[in-house]
T-cell receptor, first 114, second 113 residues
Framework: NAGVTQTPKFQVLKTGQSMTLQCAQD?????MYWYRQDPGMGLRLIYY???????DKGEVPNGYNVSRLNKREFSLRLESAAPSQTSVYFC?????????????FGPGTRLTVL | GENVEQHPSTLSVQEGDSAVIKCTYS??????FPWYKQELGKRPQLIID?????GEKKDQRIAVTLNKTAKHFSLHITETQPEDSAVYFC????????????FGSGTRLQVQP
């Protein structure tokens, strides 16, 4: 099993350009998440999808959109990139459940917006 | 929503010493508290977790304690080794509403050989 995969690994954009970050998981998990990680600020939730067909905003959703394409795939789109979106982006997945379950993270995408 | 505070932000210990990282959370409804380790340039990985019906959990050199009344939980690493050097994140999960982890800001642990 590959676990959680993300593409691309690195990306440089100019201000105003758009791009989509791709994420896929092969663990048959119901829930998927997008985080951004900035120095000294931990992991902040951008959007999440509790199950196929649903998406919800997290702490920092402005400037982003998501699509839960199917159970395996959850993409993050930047419509008009800004320097403030320079960050490392992690996708994660987990089994749903009220008791909480381990989140498995992808390898991350390092995005620089000039 | 949930708010998780983590202290200290950096911690330096000598090899063989113990390390303790503390977190507090704001929402008394939170019921799941994982700890993640992130090595430089790598993805976060779960090292231990605890649920609200348990006060303490141990896995070899790592232990986590939970005080629900005070709304804080701690990570304890004994007999530290250089390979324990990493950034550690605590997190909390509410059973209702936003069903996603809220993370602390991280602790950079350095174990000096």
């Amino acid at each position: 099993n590959a676990g959680v995969t993300q593409t691309p690994k690195f990306q440089v954009l100019k201000t105003g350009q758009s791009m989509t970050l791709q994420c896929a998981q092969d663990m048959n998990h119901n829930s998927m998440y997008w985080y951004r990680q900035d120095p000294g600020m931990g992991l902040r939730l951008i959007y999440y999808s509790a199950s196929e067909g649903t998406t919800d905003k997290g702490e920092v959703p402005n400037g982003y959109n998501v699509s839960r394409l199917n159970k395996r795939e959850f993409s993050l789109r930047l419509e008009s990139a800004a320097p403030s979106q320079t960050s490392v982006y992690f996708c994660a997945s987990s089994e749903a459940g009220l008791a909480g379950n381990e989140q498995f993270f992808g390898p991350g995408t390092r995005l620089t917006v000039l | 929503g949930e708010n998780v505070e983590q202290h200290p932000s950096t911690l330096s210990v000598q090899e063989g010493d113990s390390a303790v990282i503390k977190c507090t959370y704001s929402d008394s409804a939170s019921n799941y508290f994982p700890w993640y380790k992130q090595e430089l340039g790598k993805r976060p990985q779960l090292i231990i977790d605890i649920r609200s019906n348990v006060g303490e959990k141990k896995d070899q050199r790592i232990a986590v304690t939970l005080n629900k009344t005070a709304k804080h939980f701690s990570l304890h690493i004994t007999e530290t080794q250089p390979e324990d050097s990493a950034v550690y994140f605590c997190a909390a999960l509410r059973p209702t509403g936003r069903r996603a982890l809220t993370f602390g800001s991280g602790t950079r642990l350095q174990v000096q050989p």
